[in-house]
């Protein structure tokens, strides 16, 4: 049976002269991202707002997620957001916090039963003060930079200091570019945000250990090339298997976002949108930014990178 394969074993690519291009680009892209962030803000869910989270089910059939809003605009409830999400008699009604603290909330619950009666079912009903909100922001924003500073010990360790920042460097402009796209989509921001952000932190530096493990091999069995042709000589080394892992992960995510309902749209479109960054990241960010490190004094020029990469020269 003949295997599929997407890239050929043998490429002999030439990244790093795209690397005068790509830092730019995504300094550029990383300066809007933040500016995104300051400007239009995120769209805190209940999660980090507080607010009151009812999960009901209709008992006569299909939700009428248009009557249901009706109703609920009725109630003088404030900001109310109504989706329908699992099967079709399944909704997640979510209304905002209401001034008065903890009895305010559990009176627009009292408001929303009494609307509706028996015609529902609650499944599940969930109030968050702003209190416990705050305490959420806080610990949200602590688990991702915990998480930055473990991948920059981790990778210290691991290999040298430039790997380590080239790392960092790579997994921070991951993370800006992901939150950059929460503000210009204006998706919901809350903690199955943040459970996607972390995942996207793991599975870039996974990608990007890859990658430098086979640079370092590569710098340890050629010592007279010039370092830029080391680069491309492990990054297309690895292609083929960074190719095809990107690939199979975002196909088991394309198929969750279109099939796996509204509670987890955010999550795996934060996902989707992680593994093509990463993927643009290891190769375009975490390769080339050796070579303003200088992980290597000598020549980083890249005209015969292209044609070199093919041919061996001694070790030492």
């Known amino acids: 049976m003949k295997l599929l394969r997407l890239i050929p074993d043998q490429t002999h690519f030439g990244f790093m002269r795209f690397r005068r291009l790509s830092f730019p680009f995504s300094g550029l892209l990383s300066v809007v991202a933040i500016g995104l962030l300051v400007t239009m803000g995120l769209n805190f869910g209940i999660d980090f707002r507080g607010g009151t989270l009812i999960e009901m089910r209709t008992l006569d059939g299909p939700a009428d997620v248009g009557g249901i809003r009706e109703v609920i605009g009725t109630l003088n ?28 909330q559990q009176a627009v619950v009292e408001k929303i039963k009494a609307a509706f009666g028996d015609k529902v079912e609650y499944r599940r009903v969930e109030v968050v003060g ?30 040298e200091w430039q790997f380590a920042i080239g790392a960092i460097i790579a997994t921070v402009h991951d993370v800006v570019l992901t939150m950059g796209m929460f503000a210009i989509v204006q998706l919901e921001f809350n903690l199955s945000s943040i459970a996607a952000i972390l995942t996207i932190v793991g599975y870039s ?75 643009y990241s290891s190769i375009f960010i975490a390769a080339p930014v050796l070579i303003f490190l200088n992980l290597r004094p000598g020549p980083t020029g890249t005209g015969a990178a292209a044609t070199a990469t093919g041919t061996t020269d001694g070790g030492d």
């Open 77 to 104: 409830v404030g900001d109310a957001q109504i989706q329908r999400f699992g099967a079709p008699d399944e909704v997640l009604v979510r209304v905002e916090a209401q001034p008065g603290g903890d009895l305010a």
């Open 130 to 159: 702003p209190v416990v909100s705050g305490e959420l922001v806080e610990a949200g924003t602590l688990a991702v930079l915990v998480s930055i500073l473990a991948v920059l010990i981790y990778i210290w360790f691991r290999f």
């Open 205 to 279: 530096l996974n990608d990007t250990v890859v990658v430098y493990d086979r640079i370092r091999e590569t710098v340890r069995r050629y010592k007279k090339r010039p370092l830029p042709e080391l680069l491309d000589l492990a990054i297309n080394e690895t292609l083929s298997r960074t190719v095809m892992t990107s690939l199979t992960t975002l196909l088991a995510l394309i198929a969750l976002y279109f099939l796996g309902g509204e509670v987890i749209r955010s999550f795996t479109f934060a996902m989707i949108w992680g593994v093509l960054v990463g993927t």
